[in-house]
C-alpha cells in the first residue's frame, strides 16, 4: 500500500514542519524581544544622558517636563541614594527606599551608565531602568515598562506565526510532492511483486524513474524471466517424463515406503485390465495375488539387491509376466520407494511351448520308424535272413517305415519352405468341383471300404483362384481327414456355397468332434487332439498345418467349427478367380 | 473409501500383515486348485504329489495368521470395525486352511485315478474347480475392495457348483449301473466332485464374513434356508 511509507513520510515532514515553526517562531521572538529591549534600552540611557548635562537643581525643577519629553518616569537621586525627585510619586516622604544600591545605580557608578530591568512592587510590572551619574554627584534615571518596548512584539507575534505557517505549507505541500513523485514507484513494484507472489508470473513492471528504483524493477523483470524459463523447462522435462511412463507398453508400478501402490501406468492398466483405478493404495499382494512376487518383494526389502522374476497370474485371462523389481533413485532411506516393470511374456511363452511340443513330437516321428527299421534290420543280420518268406516280411515293414519317414521329411520340407517364404504358387482359374471329384477319386476307396458316406451338395459356383496342384493336396488331406476320424456308417458331408467375395467349401463329418478349447491349437504342427486315436490312424500330423499355411498362401481362410461328440466341419474359404491381388 | 488411520503406524501395519497373510493364503489354495485341475486333465502324478506337500505351507501360515490375531486382541483391544475384522480374519484362515486340506485331498484322489483308465473326458471337472477358484478369488478381492457386490456373486457361483455337483452324480451313476468295472474310477471322480462342491461352501462362508467384516450385518444362516 502506497499509505504506509507515504503516510510515514508525510507525517514526518508535518511534524518537522510543526517543529519549524515552533522553534524559529520562538527564536525570532526571543531574538527581537532581546534586539528591541536593547535598543530602547540604549534610547532611554541617551535620553538620560543629555538630562544629565543639566545641574541636578535643574533637573529636580524641571523633571514634570523632562520627563514628558523623554516619555518616562524620572528619578533624581542623590550621591547617598536619597530619592530627591520622582515624577511618578507625588510627594517625598520618608517612606521611600534608598535607592543607591539599585544594581543601576551601582552600575552607573562603576561605569559611568547602568541599566536594569526590575519588576516593581508599586506599579506590578516589569520596569526598563536606565542611569547615569551626575557630574556633581547623585543620579538621575529614567524608567519605562517594559511592556511599551515588547509590546511591538506581542502585536507581531500572530501575523508573523501566521506567515510561517504559510511558508511551512507551501514547503510541505512541495516536499510531499516530490516524496510522492519518488515512492508511488516502490507501492507499484510492491503490488507488483504482490501478484508475483500469487502465482501470476505474467506481465513485466515499468518504472521510469532511473536509479535505485529502476533498477529494483529491470532486477525483478529478470528474475521473472528467469523464473519462466526454469518453470518452462521443468515443466517440459515432466511433460517428457509423463508421456514416456504413460506410453510405454511395459506395466510400471511404483510402490512408496510402506509399500503400497502410489503409481500405475496405463500399460499395467492394460495388463490387469480394468482392475487398476482402485489400485492405488493398496499392496501388491492386495492388487495382485501372486504369492511368489510377494516373496519376492518382502526379498528385495531386506538386501535391496535388484530382483527378476517370472509370474503367472490366473484371472479372466492367464498371463506370465517377466518382473524387475528395483529401488527407485533419490529419496532418503525412509522414503525408499520401489519400483516394478512388467514385461507380458504370455505370448513368448506359448510360442516356447509349441516349439518344445516340435521338437518333441519330431524327436518322436522320426525315432519311432527308425527304432523299427534298426530292430529288423538287426535282426535280419541276426540270421532271420535266412528264412525267405520271414526275411521279405520284415524288409516290406522296413520299407513302409522308410516311406513313413519320407514322407515325414517331405512335410517337413514344405512346412519350412512356407515359413521361409520359398513357396511359390502358380493361380489359376480352377473349377472346385472338377477339383472335388479328383480328390474325391483318391478318398473314396478307403471310405467305401470303412463304411463312411461321402454325400454331395455343389451348386454352381464360379471358378476359383488356385494353384492346381496345391488345391489338390489341401482337399485330399481335408477330406481324408473327414474319413478317417468318421466312425463306420457317419456321413462325410460337402457343401460349397459363394459367399463373402469368395468360394466356402465345408466338409462336415460325424466322428467324434474335438473339444472347444483345443481347436486354436490345431494349425499347429505336430498337434494332435486325440493323440492316442490320431496316430493310429497314420499320418504325419502336419497335415493341418500344411494346409492351413497353403490357405493362407492363397488369400483364404481355414476355419474349424466342433465340439465334442458333435462332429466336425472344416471350412475353407477360396478367393475368386476375378478378384485382382 | 477412506482408509482409516491409526494412532500407531505399528499397528496399522500389523492389521496389514493379517490382511496379507490371508490374501497369501487364498493366492496358495487358488495356485493348489489351478495345479489339481492341471493334474487332473494332464494325468501329472508328479503335480499332484507336489500339491500334497505344499499344503503343510497353508496350515503354517494358518497358525501364523491365528496368533497375529489373538495378540492383537489381546495387546491392542481394538473396537468396533478393527473388532470385526480380527474376529473375521480367524475365522476366514479357517476356511481357508480347510480348503487348503481339501485341495490336497483332492490330489491324493487324482495320483489314484491316474493309475485307473479314464472312462471320459473331464469336462464338469474343470469347470468346477474353475468356478471354485473364481469364487475364492471374488471374496478376497470383495475383502481388498470392501464390495460388497462382488461377495453377493459369490453366494450365486455357489448354486452353480452344487448344480455341476449334481449333474456329475447322475452322469456317473448312469456309468457305474451300465458298467461295473467303472465303478472304482466313478467313485473317486465322485469324491472330487464333492469335495469341490464342499470348497465351495468354504468359499462362500468366506464371502459372508467378508460382508460381516464390511457392514456388520451377519448374512451367514439366512440364505442356507432360502437355498432349502
Known sequence: MRGRLFGRLAVAFVAVGVLVVALAGLLVERQLRTGLTAWIAAELVAKAEIIAQMPAARIGSQAPLLAKSAGARLTLIDAAGRVTADTDIGALNEGIENHLHRSEVQEARLRGRGTAIRYSQTEKMNFLYAAIPLAEGGYVRLARPLKEATGSIDEIRLPLFWDLVLVVCLVLVLALFFTFRAVSPIGRLAAFTDRIRQGDLTGMIRVESRGEIGRLAANINGIIAVLQEKIRAADEKRRQLESVFAGMSEGLVVLDAAGRIETVNRGMAALLSGCCGEAVGKTLLEALRSTPLHDAWEAFRRTGETTCLEIGLSGERALVLDVTISAVPGGSDRERKTLLVFHDVTRLKQLERVRTDFVANVTHEIRTPLTAIIGFVETLLQGAAADPERARAFLETIQANAQRLNRLVDDLLILSGFELGEMTLSPEAVDLAGALDQALAVVSPAAVRKGVRIVKDLPAVPPVRADRDRLAQVLLNVLDNAVKFTPTGGTVTLAAAAEGGGVTLRVSDTGQGIPRNEIPRLGERFYRADKARSRELGGTGLGLSIVKHLMKAHGGTLAIDSALGQGTTVSLRFPLWEAAP | ?228
Open chain 2, 1 to 228: 473409501m477412506e482408509r482409516i488411520r491409526h494412532t500407531s503406524a505399528e499397528y496399522e501395519r500389523e492389521l496389514q500383515e493379517i490382511k496379507d497373510g490371508l490374501l497369501y493364503l487364498g493366492a496358495l489354495t487358488e495356485k493348489a486348485l489351478e495345479q489339481g485341475s492341471r493334474a487332473l486333465l494332464d494325468r501329472d502324478s508328479e503335480l499332484a504329489r507336489k500339491i500334497m506337500a505344499e499344503d503343510d505351507q497353508v496350515d503354517r501360515i494358518d497358525v501364523e495368521i491365528e496368533e497375529k490375531c489373538i495378540r492383537l486382541l489381546a495387546l491392542r483391544q481394538p473396537a468396533a470395525r478393527d473388532l470385526r475384522f480380527i474376529t473375521t480374519a480367524i475365522k476366514i484362515t479357517g476356511h481357508l486352511e480347510r480348503i487348503g486340506d481339501m485341495a490336497a485331498n483332492i490330489a491324493e484322489k487324482i495320483l489314484i485315478l491316474n493309475g485307473l483308465p479314464q472312462i471320459k473326458p473331464y469336462m464338469d471337472l474343470p469347470r468346477m474347480f474353475e468356478g471354485v477358484r473364481g469364487m475364492i478369488r471374488q471374496s478376497l478381492d470383495a475383502m481388498v475392495y470392501e464390495d460388497v457386490a462382488r461377495a453377493q456373486r459369490v453366494r450365486e457361483e455357489d448354486t452353480v457348483i452344487d448344480r455341476l455337483n449334481d449333474q456329475i452324480f447322475r452322469e456317473l451313476l448312469t456309468f457305474m449301473l451300465e458298467d461295473p468295472h467303472k465303478i472304482p474310477v466313478s467313485l473317486y471322480v465322485m469324491q472330487i466332485s464333492k469335495s469341490l462342491e464342499r470348497i465351495a461352501d468354504h468359499a462362500e462362508g468366506i464371502a459372508d464374513m467378508v460382508v460381516y467384516m464390511i457392514t456388520g450385518k451377519s448374512v451367514r444362516h439366512k440364505a442356507g434356508a432360502e437355498k432349502r
